[in-house]
């Protein structure tokens, strides 16, 4: 499968330079070789708190917002539309320090994927993240759901 971003390294720098994340502290710490991994953090800084000093919610939704559908993108390559086409967020306790996400793609469900979009159809995969504090406490529950569909050639 060819990957359209040939270099983990390179999306990792340029994604850590985005201004939506870059402004509101976020870092993607980890992303694997091979695109099914990936670590993002948020530390707790004074221009990121909300009125009670604990993390602000935008930006724990925010850790969460590309990573799918880019980690996706680079493994379907350009023959695959990839968007991200909802979102949930579930506050369960207040982020109080550092923070972070793990974000998985098993080879199973990128197959499941492939499976799904093969003759051109739209499928609309689910994921829940965890974001949890640096003692492992769950903080919130962030669902995605994506739009995956194969590109229609011109015959």
Request: hydrophobic share 40%.
């Amino acid at each position: 499968m060819k990957l359209i971003f040939s270099r983990p390294r390179l999306l990792k720098t340029l994604l850590n330079c985005w201004p939506p994340f870059w402004g509101a502290g976020i870092r993607i710490e980890q992303l694997s070789h091979d695109y099914s991994y990936c670590r993002v953090g948020l530390v707790l800084r004074w221009w990121n708190k909300n009125a009670n000093g604990t993390q602000y919610g935008g930006s724990l939704f925010s850790m969460t917002d590309p990573l799918y559908s880019m980690l996706l993108m680079a493994l379907l390559g350009p023959d695959y539309l990839v968007w991200d086409r909802a979102g949930s967020v579930t506050f369960l306790k207040p982020g109080r320090g550092r923070v972070y996400a793990d974000i998985h793609l098993s080879r199973e469900r990128l197959d499941e994927i492939l499976r799904a979009t093969e003759g051109g159809e739209k499928y609309f995969p689910r994921f829940r993240i965890n974001i949890v504090d640096e003692r492992g406490n769950l903080v919130a529950e962030v669902e995605r759901t994506l739009y995956v569909r194969k590109k229609q050639t011109n015959k």
